[in-house]
C-alpha cells in the first residue's frame, strides 16, 4: 500500500467499525428491553414458555457482553487512530532538515512500535467479535428450534411458519441496510448527531395481557443532517412492513407470533454482530497496513533507495494532506459516538419515535 493511502483505509475503517457499532449498540439494547413471554392461558405450553425465555436471557447476556466488553475497545480504537496521527504530525513539524539515517530509524522505530501495539489491540477486537458471531449463530439456531417446537405443539403450519421467517429476516436485512447508509454517510460530518431509538416493532396479546416485540426494534439513525432524511423515511416505512409481517399472519397464532419476533430479533443481533466482525477485521488490516508500510520505509532507507529528506517528504506531504482528513474526522467521529442520543420507550412503536426533522 502507498504510505500515503494508509491514513485513508485507517480513516476509511474507522468509519465503517464505527457505523456497525451504532447498529449493534441498538439491537442489543432492544435485546436488552425485551419483556419475557408469557403463555399461562395455556398450560400445556408452559414448558415451551420456559424455553422461550430461556432463549431470551442468553439473548440478553450476549447483548450485555457486547456493550460491557467489546463496544469500549472499539471507542478506544476511534482514541488510537486519533493519538498516532497526532504523533504522525508532530513528526512532519518537529524534525528538522538534514537528520541522520540513525536518527530516522530510530523515529521510525517508534512510531512502528506504536503502530503495532495498536494493530494487535485491533486485532484483539476483531478476534473476539469473530468468535462472538459464531456463538451467536449457534443460539439463533436453538432459538428456531424452540419456535419450530412452539408451532408444532399448537398445531400450526411448518410452512406458514418458514415462510414468515423468511419474510423478517428478508426485511431485517433491508433495514440493516437502510442504517448502515444512514450511519455510514453521517459519521465524520459536522452537524451530524446519532439516536439510537429503542421502540416496540408492535405488541400482542398472550397470557391474557398485551408483550411488546421489543427486540429487534430498536434502530441507529442520524439527525441534523438533510441528505439523510430520504434514508430515514424509507427506514421508518420498512419498520412499518416488519410490524405487518410480524402481527398480521393469520397462520400463525399469537404464541407463535411473539416468538417469532423474539427470534427473529435475536438473529438480527447475530447479523449485526457478523457485519461487524467484518468491520473490525478490516480495521485491524488497515492498522497492519500502516506498520508495514513504516517497515518498508525503514528498509528502504537501510538500503539507501531513498534517503531521509525523502523520507521527511512523505511525512510533510501526508500531514498536510490525508492525516489532515484524518484528524478532522476522528475528532468529529469522536464527538458524535460520546454524544449518542438514547430515546428509549417500548410502548411506543420504534417508527414513532423517529424524528424526521
Known amino acids: 500500500m502507498d504510505f500515503n493511502q494508509s491514513p485513508l483505509a485507517i480513516n476509511s475503517a474507522n468509519k465503517k ?6 447498529i449493534v449498540q441498538s439491537s442489543c439494547r432492544s435485546v ?7 403463555f399461562t392461558n395455556n398450560p400445556s405450553l408452559i414448558s415451551l414458555q420456559q424455553d422461550v425465555n430461556s432463549a ?14 467489546i463496544q469500549p475497545m472499539i471507542i478506544r480504537n476511534i482514541s488510537s487512530i486519533s493519538a498516532y496521527y497526532t504523533i504522525h504530525n508532530s513528526i512532519a513539524s518537529q524534525v528538522p532538515a538534514g537528520k541522520s539515517i540513525s536518527d530516522w530509524l530510530n523515529i521510525l522505530g517508534a512510531i512502528r512500535d506504536q503502530s503495532n501495539k495498536y494493530a494487535s489491540e485491533a486485532n484483539v477486537t476483531s478476534t473476539l467479535l469473530s468468535q462472538f458471531s459464531h456463538k451467536l449463530d449457534n443460539s439463533v439456531a436453538s432459538f428456531y428450534d424452540v419456535v419450530d417446537r412452539l408451532n408444532t405443539a399448537i398445531l400450526g403450519d411448518n410452512g406458514a411458519l418458514s415462510q414468515n421467517r423468511n419474510n423478517i429476516l428478508n426485511i431485517q436485512t433491508q433495514i440493516a441496510a437502510d442504517q448502515a447508509g444512514i450511519t455510514i454517510s453521517a459519521l465524520g460530518i459536522a452537524g451530524g448527531f446519532f439516536s439510537i431509538i429503542v421502540g416496540a416493532v408492535g405488541s400482542l ?50 404464541e407463535v407470533r411473539v416468538a417469532q419476533a423474539c427470534s427473529t430479533g435475536n438473529a438480527q443481533l447475530a447479523t449485526c454482530i457478523s457485519q461487524a466482525a467484518q468491520a473490525s477485521l478490516e480495521m485491524s488490516n488497515a492498522w497492519q497496513f500502516l506498520s508495514n508500510d513504516i517497515d518498508n520505509l525503514i528498509s528502504d532507507l537501510n538500503m539507501g533507495i531513498i534517503n531521509t529528506d525523502n523520507v521527511r517528504e512523505l511525512f510533510l506531504s501526508s500531514a498536510n494532506n ?3 482528513i484524518v484528524l478532522k474526522d476522528t475528532d468529529t467521529i469522536k464527538s458524535q459516538m460520546s454524544g449518542v ?11 414513532d419515535l423517529i424524528n424526521v426533522n
Open 17 to 22: 467499525q464505527s457505523s456497525f457499532d451504532l
Open 32 to 38: 436488552m428491553q425485551q419483556p419475557l413471554v408469557n
Open 56 to 69: 431470551l436471557g442468553t439473548a440478553k447476556e450476549n447483548a450485555k457482553y457486547y456493550l460491557d466488553t
Open 205 to 254: 396479546v398472550t397470557g391474557g395481557a398485551a408483550v411488546s416485540m421489543v427486540i429487534g426494534g430498536a434502530v441507529a439513525i442520524a439527525t441534523g443532517l438533510a441528505g439523510v432524511i430520504g434514508a430515514v423515511l424509507k427506514l421508518q416505512g420498512d419498520l412499518r412492513l416488519k410490524e405487518k409481517l410480524l402481527i398480521e399472519d393469520a397462520n400463525l397464532k399469537n
Open 322 to 324: 490525508q492525516v489532515k
Open 341 to 351: 442520543e438514547y430515546v428509549i420507550n417500548p410502548k411506543k412503536l420504534t417508527y
